[in-house]
């Protein structure tokens, strides 16, 4: 009868399951972070560009190409992969600690002299979640695998910005390098027309001389040029998980991106930010760690016993209930001050993930407006800049015009054509600066994945 006894008390106990200590995470309030939008034009609809998927973002074919390699090949976003499967298995045992473990064991006895008998021993052990320490344990490690999947996410998003934004950079030294090409060879043509005119006696030896000067001088920016274009090319190799070779690309006249940005409405600007998501199921995790340290105050009640069989027949040894019980019942009453620094130190723990919960959104916030007011400043720049080089191309022809015929020195020729190259690799530059504008939008808002 006293296998009935254990069983009324086993019930009682777990009648209290009630008063467990599982609460389930809620999301800090974060109604400052519609405040970090203020200066993004106000929208009617929460449509966002985050939402075009990357395959249909970015226009050009050969970027598109390169993107699925380093998709596939990159370091970073492999590991990060990995990390996922490594949540997964760790959710997958945390959800198995629920089950009950059983062990069996075959053992052969001696016995009288007609020969050997075996028994078989069944054990089986099980801890009943009274007090939602197991439950807190799971949604930790569930906490840790979507914080690890807004990790793969932040990597992937990160990648596809970094390819697009070298790729583009690209484009913009292949441009400089075509403009000062041209320079060089306007150069080379006009060294001929000051030696002719020298030779005519309407200039002199230091007009020729300081025009092979300048022919020089673009010639080594062109060396300078030609380095920036190999290293960037090794590092966009790098960054793809290949070895170097000669990137294929576009032309940057050919890129097209919208003229109007959408970026949504502030209240769902960080619903796409992995990295916002990332701190914040970290932070979710440090709450039920939390949780976790303060039901390790309470008993556990673990059952575990034994179940034989042997010549004799079937056997139980209810004491072994018993036993595992008050052990189990007693254990927290000699650990209580190495319980309470358990728990003072997840507390903190769960407080520095709400900083830097809140810092992420800070941060989201910034590059959202950094990246805004980048696009927007690049593209009244490229505006200045397409009027400037049109009246420089216009000053060039003029002074050369009028050199030829005495009415300019051959200072005025130099000084304006030279005005004339840093415009034109203005421009290049700045219409860079317009496609990282976007890019880096892109990515703040939270798209690329």
């Given amino acids: 009868m006293k296998i009935y006894r254990y069983i009324i008390l086993i019930a009682g106990l777990l009648s209290f399951s009630s008063c467990g200590l599982y609460k389930k995470y809620e999301r800090p309030a974060t109604d400052f972070a519609d405040s970090l939008y203020n200066r993004l034009p106000q929208q009617d609809d929460t449509t966002s560009i985050a939402e075009i998927s990357w395959e249909d973002f970015?226009?050009?074919?050969?970027?598109?190409?390169?993107?699925?390699?380093?998709?596939?090949?990159?370091?970073?976003?492999?590991?990060a992969r990995l990390k996922v499967d490594e949540a997964e298995a760790v959710l997958t045992a945390a959800r198995g600690a629920f089950l009950p473990g059983v062990n069996a064991a075959l053992k052969e006895q001696v016995s009288a002299p007609g020969g050997n008998a075996f028994s078989v021993n069944i054990g089986a052990s099980w801890e009943a979640d009274i007090f939602g320490k197991l439950r807190n344990s799971k949604h930790q490690a569930a906490a840790a695998l979507e914080q690890s999947v807004a990790y793969r996410q932040a990597v992937q998003t990160q990648l596809v910005a970094s390819i697009a934004n070298m790729y583009y950079t690209l484009l913009m030294l292949d441009e400089q390098m075509s403009v000062s090409q041209r320079t060089y060879d306007n150069w080379k043509e006009n060294i001929r027309t000051m030696e002719a005119l020298k030779r005519a006696g309407k200039t002199n030896e230091a007009a020729v001389l300081q025009a092979k000067s300048n022919q020089l001088n673009v010639q080594a920016s062109m060396i300078d040029l030609e380095q920036s274009i190999v290293e960037t090319e090794n590092a966009f190799c790098a960054l793809l998980g290949i070895v170097p070779v000669t990137v294929r690309r576009g032309h940057l006249n050919e890129q097209n991106f919208p003229i109007e940005l959408s970026a949504g409405l502030p209240s769902g600007l960080l619903s796409r930010r992995p990295d916002v998501k990332q701190a914040e199921m970290a932070l979710a995790q440090a709450y039920y760690a939390t949780n976790v340290a303060q039901a390790s105050f309470y008993p556990q009640l673990s059952l575990s016993g034994t179940l034989g069989w042997n010549a004799s027949g079937a056997s139980v040894d209810p004491s072994e209930f018993f036993a595992n019980l008050a052990a189990s019942v007693l254990q927290p009453v000699f650990a209580k001050r190495s319980l309470k620094a358990n728990l003072k130190k997840a507390k903190a723990q769960q407080e520095e993930a709400l900083y830097q919960f809140r810092q992420a959104v800070l941060d989201a916030g910034?590059?959202?407006?950094n990246a805004l007011i980048q696009w927007q400043a690049a593209q009244e720049r490229m505006e200045v800049d397409r009027s400037q080089v049109v009246h420089l191309k216009a000053a060039v022809w003029n002074t050369q015009l009028l050199m030829k015929h005495g009415g300019a020195t051959y200072i005025e020729v130099l000084t304006a054509q030279q005005t004339l190259l840093k415009a034109e690799l203005a421009e290049a530059s700045d219409k860079f600066a317009q496609i990282q504008g976007v890019i880096n939008l892109y990515h703040a808002l939270g798209g690329g994945y």
């Fill in 366 to 369: 910034v590059e959202v407006n």
């Fill in 58 to 79: 970015f226009n050009d074919p050969i970027l598109k190409e390169w993107i699925n390699v380093g998709l596939e090949n990159n370091t970073d976003l492999n590991v």
